[in-house]
Each structure stands twice: as structure tokens, then as C-alpha cells.
């Protein structure tokens, strides 16, 4: 078992008078007698389990420091340094969970009232409150000490009172958090190796919207901390009152900024708490803040705001926290949006006519509103033409219309599917608006996907979804239109054969599978292997939505600040995300859906983000903006 250090002092096994070796591998503890720090590398027991490492956070040395810390005995100069006061004195926080991931938390002690203090979760059980869980939670969320006394404290008991645990514990703690709602998880703790289980639970938390905040270890060195060194946590080293590194941090490029490293406090057994376990819930207590002041902004928004708030270290990759700064860069981060209209065919007469002026288009795409069968793959053709909708057995007058004002002299209707989807007199009436009228249209909707790939012209690439649902093939239409590449379909357990024979007959070497394997299984790819000659991609996340984001990281330039955002469970929403393509190809525009319960997950608010500030976005809106995803949007909209 690797033995880890708590993160906000030196692992150190060294004796000091009065205290056994063994204690002094700790997290908070600084070990000083003219300000001496010591650590040494962890020790690794024989049978150890490499992928679960062990936590230690013995408890921290009686030692005396006040000379040490400068301006840290002045009351409250780490809240002054953050800027804190600023902001917490005018109620912003409240109402913000923050988990606080340590040894169990005595309330009282850390200022923290019963109404702000959550029924604890106890990953070890039956703990008796330690300083250093107490510590943290007052440097959170205190009544006198802490950064954002309006948050509420989720205690989550991961770290014994004799300091152990494993990683497989905290990430434990950290799933729990999510599933109680944390908006933040503070994590005084770590270790110099790293843990699938751990970084898995990480992950999964920044993909359900919350923040992570992590010490960076008090090594004095450079050398990485888990987790604090994971991908989207704000890792946080300890600076002093001049904003200079304390020398027991740990620091380097990977760590995000710097709080303030040592503070004093009303605790048992001494009030000073230093190292980056304390750095780490002061900037947890900043986060809450910031997500207080946006609700349901994505934590990428909330640490993008930390990190570019204060003011540059070189010890750091980004410097200090300035608490009004980042409440401000997200509560001033509003984006347009503009909601479509709930008729999928009114939403795509409007998204034809923000795309194309009067007589633009040499052709355009009708298909049937109300079923996806036959029209799924006809993005592949939408990059210079618009797609409108019909019913059954009529042409509406709006779509009409809009065929007239669009269409350029001599223009062509192509429809997608055979008379069963778009009937005849649906043609007749459109040979009165367009030169031509095309049917694309085979047996089935996997014969009409390949009659509308011929219809685009192989180019050695081809996309592939499942033929039943619709949400993987609606994800990709802006990447396929740009590129005229075709979109097939096949069952989600076997090569469609039709499918096999075009791709052998086109000498289709590239092929991206779109979706899980509960979306196309590995039969599908071992035979488009097999006909190809080579393995195909696979753009897939854990569920529709976070396919499409994954689609739209992948495949959508970054180019263009705004996104087509449609509900992914939606009847209509096939509808509309089809007739979006055209626009989405010219603009480079994802294609984003939200959840299951209307929601806009963590996954789809990053990918959002990372398109460039908010108030530079232009956000075209689908379906209901209904619970978790209308809230979102809302925000983002400032409406």
C-alpha cells in the first residue's frame, strides 16, 4: 500500500522531540523549530495495492510557530487576501453546498450553525471529530474564519481520526457528494500516486457540475499530487501574506493558483492551520462564492473565474484568487439566446431564413416532420440547401412559402423517403414551386440513407449510427454537412449488408462509428473492419448527450461562438437538429442535446464554455427550456 501524506503538510518520518516518527506524516502539519520543513519519500509497504493507495493524516505536531508565519498571526488576513469580506458580507453563497471531503467535523467548533450543517456521510464510520476536518470546514464556510459563510457543509467522512484511508474511500466520499448535491468538494488530501478509482470519481463529478478543489501537498517541490493534479480540478498551492510561496509548498505549472497558506483559528490543541490543506478550503470557500453568484454555471466557468482573477505568480500556472473578480466574470458572463419555435416545421423556416437569403439556394431537402426513418441521413446534402418539413399528405403553406422565397430559378426539391413517408400529392404540390423534384428513397430507411450517399458522392469517409434511434446521426449533421459526408445507418448489432457491400464497392477506408457499444456493439466494428480493412473511430460518451458534446470536441472547429442546443428526448427533436445543419455548417455550430429530464449536463455546459466567453455566444434554443437545462440556459441568456 503507497502511503500518502495529507495534503497540507510534508510527509515527513523524522523524530521531533516529544513526538513520535510516525505522526508527523501528515497533511496540516508543519514541523518547525527555526521554520524547518522535512519530508521524505513515502513509503511503500509490501503488498501494497498500487491502484488503492493508502491516505495518512496522523495528527499534526504541537509545534510552535510564530515567527514563521509574518503577517499570517494578523485575524482575518487570509479573507483580506482573497478578497473575501467583499463579497461574503452581501449574502452571496448562500445556499451553495460545499462537501467537505476529511476526518469528521465538529460544527460548533468550526462556526458552522446546525442549519448550515448537512447530516454528515460517513464513508468510516463512527469518528470522532478531528481538528483537521474542523479546520477546513471554518476556513469554508466559519462564522468568523471563513471565506463564504453563507455556504452550507456537507460533512464527508473519508480519513480517520488516526489519519488513514484509502483512495478508493475518498473516491467513495466523492461519488456521495454528487449524489447529495455538492456544488463544490474541498479535498485537504492526497498522495504522490495517483488512482484509476479516485480519478474516475474526479471525472465524474466535474461531468455532473461540480467543482473540485485539491491541495497541492506541501512537498517544497515540484512533484504532482493526486487528486489535485487530475484534469479540471482547481489545485491549489499556499502563498503568505506578500504573496510569496510558502517554502513548504508544493508548485509547478500543474498546480491551477495559490491561496493563502496559513491561518489562525479557535481550535483545539493551537488555533494556527497551515500548509495547503489550509490553502485549499479557503479557495473552496472563493468557489462557493463564485458558484453562488451563477447557480448553474458549469465548473469549468467557476474556475476559469478563479484562475484568472488575481494576480500572477511565477510559482503557479496562473496566481493569486481575487474573490470579487470571479464572483463578477460569472455573474457578468451572459450569453444570447434565442429559443426556436416548438412546430418543427415553423423552427426550420425560421433556421432556413438565418441562413439563406432569397434565392440562395439551387436545392433544397423536404422530409417528413413527424418521422426520422427516411430523413436521418440527409445531412450529408444540407451544407447549400435548406431542410423544411411536410406532413404525410400535404405541403404546408409555411414551407411553401419558404420553398419560393429560397429557391433560385431552375431550383430542385430533393425528398427524402418514398411515398409511405412523404406522399404523392406532397410532390405534386412541390413540382408547382421547383424546377425538379427528386425522390431519395430505398425499402427501408438503411436504403434510403445509402440512395442520399450517392446522392453526395463517396469521398472515402462515411459516418455510421444505429438505425432505430435518432439522437447519434442528428449529433454529427453540422460535421457532415461541412463535408458532404455520408451518414448510414445499420442495426446496433450487425452490419447492415447493404451497408457493407457500398463500403467495399466505394473503397470506404474511413469509417467513424457513432455512439457506444449499446448503440453499435463491437460486431458492427469488427465487420467494418473487416470490409475496410482498417478499424474504425468511435465518438461515443456515456449516454446521447455526452456523445454529441464528444462529437462536437471533436469534429466542430472552434471557430464559430454559439451552439444549436435541442432536446435530446424530445419527439421534435430530431426535427429541428436536422433542419439546423445548414447553419450549422456555415457557422460551425455544435449540435448539443440536453438529458432525459430536460437537463444540461456537465458535459454539454463545458463544451459551451470552452467555445469562448459566454457573452460572445449565440445560443439557438429547441424544445421546452424546462428544469435543469432551461435554468442553465436562462442564466447563460441573463432572461
Not at 459 to 469: H, P
Not at 505 to 530: F, N, W
Not at 570 to 585: C, K, M, Q, R
Request: net charge negative; aromatic share 2%.
Amino acid at each position: 500500500m503507497q502511503r500518502v501524506g495529507h495534503a497540507g503538510s510534508p510527509g515527513a518520518t523524522v523524530a521531533v522531540a516529544g513526538i513520535p516518527a510516525a505522526r508527523l506524516f501528515s497533511v496540516t502539519a508543519i514541523a518547525v523549530a527555526a521554520v524547518v520543513l522535512v519530508t521524505v519519500a513515502p513509503v511503500s509497504p509490501a503488498g501494497a495495492d498500487a491502484d488503492d493507495p493508502v491516505l495518512s493524516h496522523p495528527e499534526e505536531p504541537r509545534t510552535s510557530v510564530p515567527r514563521a508565519l509574518g503577517g499570517a498571526s494578523e485575524p482575518g488576513w487570509w479573507l483580506d487576501a482573497v478578497g473575501a469580506p467583499e463579497v461574503r458580507d452581501d449574502g452571496t453563497g448562500a445556499g451553495t453546498t460545499v462537501a467537505v471531503l476529511d476526518t469528521a467535523i465538529d460544527g460548533e467548533a468550526a462556526g458552522v450553525g446546525p442549519d448550515r450543517l448537512h447530516e454528515p456521510i460517513e464513508i468510516i464510520e463512527d469518528e470522532e471529530p478531528s481538528r483537521h476536518g474542523t479546520g477546513a470546514a471554518a476556513l469554508v464556510a466559519g462564522r468568523d474564519h471563513g471565506a463564504c459563510p453563507g455556504c452550507e457543509i456537507l460533512p464527508v467522512t473519508v480519513l480517520g481520526a488516526d489519519g488513514r484511508s484509502r483512495a478508493s474511500h475518498v473516491a467513495a466520499g466523492i461519488d456521495a457528494a454528487v449524489e447529495a448535491g455538492a456544488d463544490v468538494i474541498s479535498l485537504s488530501l492526497g498522495g504522490p500516486l495517483g488512482s484509476r478509482r479516485l480519478e474516475a470519481a474526479v471525472t465524474s463529478a466535474r461531468d455532473a457540475g461540480v467543482l473540485v478543489v485539491a491541495a497541492a501537498g506541501n512537498s517544497g517541490g515540484t512533484r504532482e499530487f493526486y487528486p489535485a493534479s487530475y484534469d479540471g480540478v482547481l489545485s491549489i498551492a499556499g502563498h503568505d501574506p506578500d504573496g510569496g510561496r510558502y517554502g513548504w509548498s508544493t508548485h509547478g505549472g500543474w498546480v491551477s493558483s495559490a491561496a493563502p497558506g496559513c491561518a489562525r483559528l479557535d481550535l483545539p490543541r493551537g488555533g494556527r492551520f497551515c500548509g495547503t490543506s489550509a490553502a485549499a478550503p479557503i479557495a473552496a470557500g472563493v468557489a462557493g462564492l463564485v458558484r453562488g453568484a451563477a447557480p448553474e454555471g458549469s465548473p469549468v466557468e467557476a474556475l476559469e473565474a478563479i484562475t484568472g482573477s488575481g494576480d500572477e505568480l511565477d510559482f503557479v500556472a496562473h496566481g493569486t484568487i481575487d474573490a470579487p473578480v470571479a464572483r463578477d466574470a460569472v455573474a457578468d458572463d451572459e450569453a444570447a439566446v434565442d429559443p426556436l419555435p416548438d412546430d418543427p416545421i415553423d423552427a426550420a423556416v425560421e433556421l432556413s431564413r438565418e441562413r439563406f437569403g432569397r434565392g440562395e439556394a439551387e436545392a433544397a431537402l423536404v422530409a417528413r416532420a413527424d418521422v426520422f426513418a427516411d430523413a436521418l441521413a440527409g445531412s450529408s446534402l444540407a451544407r447549400e440547401q435548406p431542410v423544411l418539413y411536410a406532413t404525410g399528405d400535404e405541403l404546408p403553406s409555411r414551407t411553401r412559402d419558404e420553398l419560393e422565397r429560397v429557391l433560385g430559378p431552375g431550383g430542385t426539391v430533393q425528398v427524402l423517403g418514398g411515398s409511405s413517408a412523404v406522399g404523392d400529392d406532397v410532390a405534386h404540390a412541390l413540382r408547382e414551386v421547383a424546377a425538379e423534384v427528386e425522390r431519395l428513397a430505398g425499402d427501408d430507411r438503411a436504403e434510403t440513407a445509402l440512395a442520399v450517399a450517392d446522392a453526395a458522392g463517396a469521398r472515402g469517409e462515411v459516418f455510421l449510427a444505429r438505425a432505430d434511434e435518432w439522437a447519434d446521426a442528428i449529433a454529427v449533421a453540422g460535421p457532415a454537412a461541412t463535408h458532404r459526408t455520408p451518414v448510414l445507418l445499420t442495426a446496433g448489432d450487425e452490419l447492415d449488408a447493404r451497408v457493407a457491400e457500398y463500403l467495399e464497392a466505394e473503397g470506404i477506408k474511413r469509417a467513424t462509428l457513432l455512439g457506444g457499444e449499446q448503440a453499435l456493439d463491437g460486431a458492427v466494428a469488427d465487420a467494418v473492419a473487416e470490409v475496410t480493412g482498417r478499424e474504425p473511430t468511435r465518438i461515443a460518451g456515456r449516454e446521447r448527450e455526452a456523445t454529441a458534446a464528444r462529437v462536437a470536441s471533436t469534429l466542430v472547429p472552434r471557430d464559430g461562438a454559439g451552439a444549436i442546443v435541442i432536446g435530446g428526448y424530445e419527439p421534435s427533436g430530431w426535427a429541428v437538429g436536422l433542419a439546423a445543419a445548414p447553419l450549422a455548417a456555415a457557422r460551425d455550430l455544435p449540435i448539443l442535446l440536453t438529458g432525459p429530464n430536460g437537463e444540461l449536463g456537465g458535459v454539454s455546459t463545458d463544451e459551451l464554455h470552452s467555445r469562448g466567453a459566454a457573452s460572445e455566444l449565440h445560443l439557438r434554443v429547441a424544445g421546452p427550456l424546462a428544469g435543469p437545462a432551461g435554468d442553465t440556459l436562462r442564466r447563460l441568456a441573463g432572461r
